[in-house]
């Protein structure tokens, strides 16, 4: 299920629309040494049951996220981000966006109770970049009644991690680690 972006065409350009990655099911993608991508969203582990992976790596890797939601890492699912080897994930760009009504510049590591999500930057020049609030670990549960939708599961629990080795690095906004149930 592994999904390249080949480096001989090495631009994807999805503009502001959203890259899942495993919704409901098991899925990855990789954006390897000269790849550039352009989406609105990444979500990766989404809907309960899907476990999606991330991979940017490598000289000249390049992912810019600039719409609603930015990054979402294990969204009421398994997800996992994994920034290496001079890799870069830029969600700062787009910035003016972010006053626009219904625009959430937002960005989330395990979403939802019940999530379990991974986000690691390693090597040096390996850069993860987030604007707005970054939460880490949001128990929220909503149904259909309170919220008009299902999100998390019930007394479920949220793992959500973050490590940053050997030089990579992560510039964030307004971040909280941690957060119960709303």
């Known amino acids: ?3 390249p972006i080949d480096t001989n065409q ?7 629309n959203r890259l899942y990655v495993g919704g409901n099911a098991v899925g990855s993608f990789a954006a390897l040494a000269g790849a550039q991508m352009s989406v609105g969203q990444l979500v990766a582990g989404f809907g309960g049951s899907g476990t999606g992976s991330v991979h940017v790596s490598g000289a000249n890797a390049l992912v810019q996220v600039g719409g609603s939601g930015r990054l979402d890492i294990g969204s009421w699912g398994t997800g996992s981000l994994n920034v290496s080897a001079g890799a870069i994930v830029d969600a700062t760009v787009n910035l003016a966006d972010c006053a626009n009504p219904g625009v959430y510049c937002g960005n989330s590591i395990g979403n939802g109770a019940g999530s ?13 970049r987030a604007l707005g ?3 880490v670990g949001n128990a929220q549960v909503s149904t ?8 998390g599961t019930a007394g479920g629990t949220t793992v959500a991690e973050i490590k940053l080795l050997a030089g990579g690095s992560l510039r964030t906004g307004n971040t909280t680690i941690g957060q119960g149930a709303s």
């Open 133 to 135: 609030f970054f939460g």
């Open 144 to 151: 259909l009644a309170q919220g008009g939708f299902n999100f």
């Open 10 to 16: 090495a631009l994807l350009d999805l503009g502001p």
């Open 1 to 3: 299920n592994l999904f």
């Open 116 to 128: 379990t999500a991974n986000l690691l930057v390693t090597g040096a020049g390996s850069e993860v």
